[in-house]
């Protein structure tokens, strides 16, 4: 099966608030506020696809054949880092349910090791997963599996860095899974990092470093 589709937002904005994101002297305030900015658009992006139903309305002046939505989207943000992001959903789907999983990358082995899940009923539903940086690829294969384990059938990984080695194994792992981010850099380094990258976008996000 070939891997689904993997879009890199090409849109000025975007371009400028990653930069922004990128910068070291960046703090968390501004931080988190560019993560929620960008989360905007790499949602809209990744909801393109979104199942719609007819609707007819009256507008003041004649009836008009719309559109609503018509599929509930489940927002599952893999703590703690896709927290930065999970906002950005609410704020496009009001409606959105929210599940969690909590997954830390070991610091030696760069192995994820999950530590809570709550996942609702996915079934019907449109999935977005959505973790920050998909570098070795092993917390997002991992994060996918699960969600899927749980029922779900329309997923979509949203991160913000992808790196050449995670996207070939998320890919190869799940590649019924389209995947959306706001860059695609060159490598990873020896400390599993992607480069350029952004750092630890979880730390920065939450000032812990
Ligand atoms: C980061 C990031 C991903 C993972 C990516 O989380 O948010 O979940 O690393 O790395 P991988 O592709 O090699 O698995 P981290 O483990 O640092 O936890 P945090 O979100 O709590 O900071
Ligand atoms: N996690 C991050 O936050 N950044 C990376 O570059 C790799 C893993």
């Known amino acids: 099966m070939p891997p689904a589709s993997f879009t890199v937002l090409a849109h000025p904005l ?9 910068d070291r002297e960046t703090g968390p305030a501004e931080y988190r506020a560019l993560a929620r900015r960008l989360g905007l658009l790499l949602m809209t992006e990744a909801t393109r696809d979104l199942a719609t139903e007819p609707r007819k309305v009256d507008t003041p002046l004649e009836p008009f054949e719309g559109s609503r939505i018509a599929k509930t989207v489940v927002a599952i943000p893999v703590l703690r880092a896709g927290l930065g992001l999970l906002e950005a959903v609410t704020e496009l789907f009001p409606d959105a349910v929210v599940g969690y999983l909590g997954m830390e990358r070991d610091e030696h082995t760069h192995e994820p090791r999950d530590y809570y899940s709550k996942l609702p009923d996915l079934a019907g539903r449109k999935a977005l997963v959505v973790d ?14 699960y969600v899927k384990d749980a029922g779900a059938d ?4 949203v991160c913000v860095v992808a790196s050449p080695e995670g996207l070939a194994r998320l890919q190869a792992d799940h590649p019924d899974v389209p995947i959306v981010a706001a860059a695609l850099d ?14 630890d976008f979880g730390d920065r996000l939450y000032g812990t470093y």
């Open 14 to 22: 975007a371009g400028d608030l990653l930069t922004r994101l990128r």
């Open 186 to 199: 060159r490598q990873l380094n020896e400390h599993a990092y992607i480069v350029p990258g952004l750092g």
């Open 132 to 145: 920050p940086m998909l570098a070795t690829g092993g917390s997002g294969t991992a994060a996918v599996g």
């Open 154 to 157: 329309d997923i979509t990984f």
